[in-house]
């Protein structure tokens, strides 16, 4: 595979994409998972779609499809297929890896959902510092992996961030190269 180390300068002219429309995962129990995200997480359960058939593929799969709608418009979807095995997660990934990051707007908001998780009986971890973001993660009813996130950036630090990455990226696959066993995705 070809790696793009150097991001065109014409990048930004290019920019087509404008933001997230929704994230679609698969959820054990769709009443479950409406519960958790409106009463928990506060978002707008806006959306239902039941079908036999999956509309793109035409597939017999008889589904839920249910949206989440957050501030900005962009909505986390989940689809309950139940006659399907039960849903599993990737026993190769760490459980940390694979996650949904929702952006709130302080840290304000982050203590009130803090205090919101304890009386929920929800286990959380954080507030993480990664420098630019202030996280808290737990777990859905499903097992997804959520953060909830605010912006914590010094001025300048994501342009810096920006500039440094083609660098760390082209470390990266120097460093992984000694390790060999990687070689193969290259
Ligand atoms: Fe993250």
Not at 92 to 103: M, R
């Amino acid at each position: 595979m070809k790696v793009l180390v150097q991001a065109s300068d014409d990048r930004a002219n290019e920019m087509i994409v404008r933001k997230l429309h929704h994230v679609a995962y698969r959820c054990r129990d769709a009443s479950e998972t409406v519960d958790f995200y409106t009463n928990v997480l506060g978002l707008k359960f806006s959306h239902a779609v039941r079908n036999d058939n999956v509309p793109s593929t035409g597939e017999f799969y008889p589904h839920l499809h249910i949206f989440f709608e957050m501030d900005d418009g962009s909505s986390v979807a989940f689809f309950e297929t139940p006659n399907e095995a039960p849903m599993s997660f990737d026993p190769n990934t760490p459980q940390w890896v694979q996650h949904l990051a929702l952006e709130i707007d302080s840290k304000e908001t982050q203590l009130a959902f803090r205090e919101r998780l304890d009386a929920m009986g929800v286990d959380y971890i954080g507030p993480t510092d990664h420098g630019f973001v202030q996280s808290i993660y737990f777990f859905d009813p499903n097992g997804h992996r959520l953060e909830l996130t605010y912006r914590s950036q010094q001025p300048g630090e994501l342009e810096r961030a920006e500039q440094e990455a083609p660098r760390l990226l082209e470390k990266w696959l120097s460093d992984r190269k000694q390790w060999g066993e990687q070689d193969d995705l290259d």
